[in-house]
């Protein structure tokens, strides 16, 4: 290994930058730049930290749940004994509550393809290339739409439901099942 | 010179990091490039992308989940049989007699509801982004792909309990399928094993819940982040950007 040379043993680093030289008059990390919000930065540090931050306020969400919540856990299942109502998983419950005022058909093959492909196929049918929102005015008002129904029909699905899948009020009855 | 730095250069320190000095962000960058497990990460983003605003960081909460689900799945298959006559007295046995049982369990289950929402509210966030645009096209396919898988993933858990609640679910959620024209009656005898949820359909669900979909949403993450890392620096909006960086 060679002898590095003096300067270059310990060399001064500012910046991210090694310093070969001072310009009098100027700061020695060169002059300030703006902060623009399209300039590269290092992911590491930046985004991995706030990566950390965010995987350790998730950890701790999920631990305390687990303290002060127990999952459910019903009597042992029996093939003969129907409950009435007769609840989907949560993520469902619009499929659910579709079904109860469509025919199925509709409700439980259409619906659910049709969401899937058009998910699928939106960046195919919306080619402009214009992230402002006063360029997508359609695909957002399609989207919103769309997200805003399906979170009402989940909600009425999940707790607005009882026997015979007839209405109930939440506050009075309730039969919602994580 | 700095701990850290002793301890790079100390014999031991040099066989395992292999340079033993990164100053200069170009060394940095080098270094992460060549950093086994940083390299799924690209080197660097814009600044924009780096704020809560950009991204509500909900892809890396749907990571995370992810991996507590690993973890905490891992130590509830060693107490558990999938079989009618045995599984929901393991869950009993898990809860009052397993060290940690039951709160392993709560984890599990709330790492799950959680990962829907998350999943599916990292997708909403990256609608409104616009991020699905070219060249993004394929990713935004591959997440509608992850959705569906961390679903189906979720459903098949729903059974494994084996009490009224995963046993009626799981019956209105795999009558759907035998409403699809033509072929629902055998797409559901399939999924089920039988005409009705019984001992084979239990079978099915844990092999796909602890082996088949688990591999293949690593998988897809796996291209999901590869094709993040590959689009990072792209924007449609400005032209001259070198494709094959």
């Known amino acids: 290994m060679s002898t590095p ?49 965010a995987a350790l306020v998730v950890i701790v969400v999920v631990l305390l749940l687990a303290i002060f ?16 109502p007769e609840k989907a998983p949560w993520y469902f419950a619009a499929l659910q509550e579709l079904l109860a005022l469509f025919h199925p058909l509709v409700a439980g093959v259409l619906v659910p393809g049709a969401i899937i492909l058009g998910l699928a ?58 | 010179m700095t701990l850290g730095q002793r301890i790079r250069e100390s014999t ?43 991204s509500w960081y909900l892809g890396v909460a749907s990571a995370v989940l992810f991996g507590s689900l690993i973890v905490s ?69 591959i997440g509608v792909v992850l959705l569906v898988l961390t679903l189906l993933l979720s459903f098949t858990g729903y059974l494994l309990p084996w009490d009224q609640l995963a046993y009626w679910a799981v019956t209105v959620g795999t009558e759907m399928a035998s409403f699809v024209p033509l072929i629902g009656d055998t797409v559901k005898e399939m999924m089920l094993g039988g005409p009705v949820v019984a001992s084979s359909t239990l079978l099915r669900f844990y092999v796909l819940h602890v082996a088949v979909l688990p591999v293949a949403l690593v998988l897809l993450i796996t291209i999901h982040l590869w094709r993040w890392r590959k689009d990072s620096m792209l924007d449609p909006a400005k032209e001259g950007v070198d494709v094959d960086a």
Do not use: C
């Open chain 1, 121 to 178: 196929a939106l960046p195919y049918m919306d080619r402009s290339p214009r992230i402002e929102p006063r360029f997508r005015k359609v695909a957002v008002a399609t989207f919103t739409i769309f997200m805003v129904v399906w979170i009402i029909l989940t909600i009425i699905g999940f707790a607005f439901r009882g026997p015979n899948w007839g209405w109930v009020w939440p506050w009075q009855e309730w039969y919602g099942e994580l």
């Open chain 1, 69 to 84: 919540f127990d999952a459910p856990l019903r009597e042992i299942a029996n093939p003969t004994l129907t409950p009435n």
């Open chain 2, 73 to 141: 799945g891992i130590y509830l298959m060693f107490f558990y049989v999938p079989s009618p006559t045995q599984a929901y007295g393991d869950i009993l046995n898990l809860q009052t007699q397993v060290a940690f049982g039951q709160y392993i369990r709560n984890v599990h289950r709330w790492s799950a509801h959680l990962m829907v929402l998350v999943v599916a509210a990292h997708m909403a966030r990256v609608f409104y982004r616009g991020a699905y645009k070219s060249p993004r096209e394929f990713n935004w396919g």
């Open chain 2, 12 to 54: 031991i320190g040099r066989s395992i990091w292999r340079a033993t000095d990164r100053a200069t962000e170009r060394d940095q960058a080098a270094g992460h490039w060549a950093n086994f497990f940083l390299h799924i990460y690209p080197v660097k983003v814009r600044r924009k992308e780096i704020t809560f605003r950009y």
């Open chain 1, 5 to 53: 040379r003096p300067d270059q043993e310990n060399p001064e680093i500012i910046g991210g930058q090694r310093v070969l030289g001072v310009v009098p008059g100027k700061p020695p990390g060169g002059d300030r730049k703006v902060l623009d919000e399209q300039e590269p930065v290092m992911v590491w540090p930046h985004l991995l930290v706030r990566h950390g931050v």
